[in-house]
């Protein structure tokens, strides 16, 4: 505005005759009123640009707000979802020493948190052998790995449980603790299931067992052809093949002055005996006999299913064409 007065007063210079008092006032006048316009559309613009730039922080500290306040829902949301999964969740250090638990965590281990956290994993195993192997999982931990293991834990009130542990060791853990994620399921129930369906159905196997037996048996003591003798041979590989063990068994039988055996037989206190009648008179006996000490963690040598199976077995021989023809 200055620079603008100045160059009228240096124009006005060179022409002397045409300045006067009112021109100059005239001038002054309007160079104020441009100025003073100038200001004030200087001063709207910048209140104007002040209000959007207000306007705009404004937006941007609500939605800050807002997202701010979503994240902590969000993160509330997580840890209630944590806090009440179906899976225990346990968060472990270097030390293999629980820092963080879940409640369903407290729940499986039936303790509460004091007797949980800032302890070991391996201290809630049932043995020595599971704990080393808990150890041992953890301390082979592979940062971005997986894994996963059934072992036999116990309960705050000492009942032994069988638990699913998984445990993965991600990179986001490598800059908090070192240490690893592990979820706990309870799987006893699922084990006692897995056992009963393993009890029916070897039922099952042992059952289609006995009855090929019999049908091999029954198939064998057909064929008119061949002698008594040679029956009881064939009977000593036939009988063993319808027994749970039927791989340390041996099989003795005597029929009136003959006596046929397995290899190696020798009668022990694990031993089932059924006569062979013919005419309800007795002319022998067919003896099944485990060797000194039996299977491993065997109780009761013979179960009802198999000694039935042994006097069927006694009975059919009796009941061979060319065994009966041999006592005539």
Known sequence: MFLIMGYIMKTLQFLPGMVTIDLLAALVALLFVLWAATLIIYL???RRSKRKIHKLFGRLAIKSHQTAKAMMEYENKFCRLVEHMNEGLFLVNTANEIEYANQCAFDILRRPRDQVVGRKLSDF??????????EGILRK???????????????????????????????????????????MTDISDHIRLENKMHKYTGSLVQKVKQQNCMFAMQDMISNSGLPADEIFRRALKIIPEGLRYGGEVGVEIVFRDKRF???GFHLTDWSYKAPIKIANKSMGHLVVSYSAHGPSGLIKPFRVGEKVLIKSLADKLAHAPSVQQSVL
């Open 141 to 183: 931990k592979k940062q971005g790995g997986k894994c996963r293991e059934e072992l036999h834990l116990i309960r705050g009130d000492n009942e032994m449980f069988w638990a699913s542990l998984s445990f993965s060791y991600p990179q986001e853990l490598k800059d908090i603790n070192g240490g690893a994620i592990v979820v």
């Open 261 to 263: 055996a397995s290899p």
């Open 44 to 46: 709207k613009s910048h």
């Open 125 to 134: 195993a049932v043995g020595a052998s599971e704990a080393n192997c808990l």
